[in-house]
Structures are given as structure tokens and as C-alpha cells.
């Protein structure tokens, strides 16, 4: 049975860091393409980060680039989003999927091509 476990999330002030942990059983992470996702209260979810198992090249959405940084550990089966500057507006429950036989990068930011998904953890940023 396929679980993707998330860890890490929490409240923290804005400009703090915090580390998200995406655990699997059950799949090899390294074989598969792995997002970021997260979502707050009333809106839709929206793609935080990504990475192809062809290329293994991060992707960022535009709201993150230069403060979140996704790695892999291929060896724990766990992907990492390192959130650093932290801000209000990246308050959301944060969710890691993953996507088997994913070719395509840039498809990678859509949720939909996702097979696999974990419970969320939250992420509070708030003075």
C-alpha cells in the first residue's frame, strides 16, 4: 500500500524558516515526480514546487522562487521543501504527490497528474 507522509509544518512569525518532509512506503520516490501543493481556507490549490524524475531539475512557482528549495534523500525515500522568509500569505496546508510515468516537466504543476497524495500538514505564518 502507497503513503506519502508529510512532516514539519507549524506556526512560526514571517521572515522564519521551516522544513517540510515528504515520506513514502510503498513507492520509490526517486522513480516518480513529486510536487509540492498547497492550499488555504477558499481557495484553490496551487502548485508550490516541483521536480521530473527524468531531469531531477526543481521547478518553482513565481510566489517562492529564491525562499523554498525542494531535495530529495533518495536513500530515506523522502523529498524536502526547505521554506525559508517565510511570509503570511504562504499560510496553507501544504500537500507532497506523487506522479508515475510523468514525462513532462511542466505537467508536473498540475495537480491532476498526481496518482499519489498525503494527508497535508499545516503551515501558519503569523506575526
Known amino acids: 500500500q502507497v503513503q506519502l507522509v508529510e512532516s514539519g509544518g507549524g506556526s512560526v512569525q514571517p521572515g522564519a524558516s521551516l522544513k517540510l518532509s515528504c515520506t513514502a512506503s510503498?513507492?520509490?520516490?526517486?522513480?516518480?515526480?513529486i510536487g509540492w501543493f498547497r492550499q488555504a481556507p477558499g481557495k484553490e490549490r496551487e502548485e508550490v514546487s516541483y521536480i521530473s524524475s527524468s531531469n531531477d531539475i526543481p521547478y518553482y512557482a513565481d510566489s517562492v522562487k529564491g525562499r523554498f528549495t525542494l531535495s530529495r534523500d533518495n536513500a530515506k525515500n523522502t523529498v524536502y521543501l526547505q521554506m525559508d522568509s517565510l511570509k503570511p500569505e504562504d499560510s496553507a496546508v501544504y500537500y507532497c504527490?506523487?506522479?508515475?510515468?510523468?514525462?513532462?516537466?511542466?505537467?508536473?504543476?498540475?495537480?491532476?497528474?498526481?496518482?499519489?497524495w498525503g494527508q497535508g500538514t499545516q503551515v501558519t505564518v503569523s506575526s
Open positions: 510503498g513507492l520509490t520516490l526517486q522513480y516518480y515526480g
Open positions: 504527490a506523487a506522479a508515475d510515468k510523468v514525462e513532462t516537466p511542466s505537467l508536473l504543476k498540475l495537480w491532476a497528474m498526481y496518482d499519489y
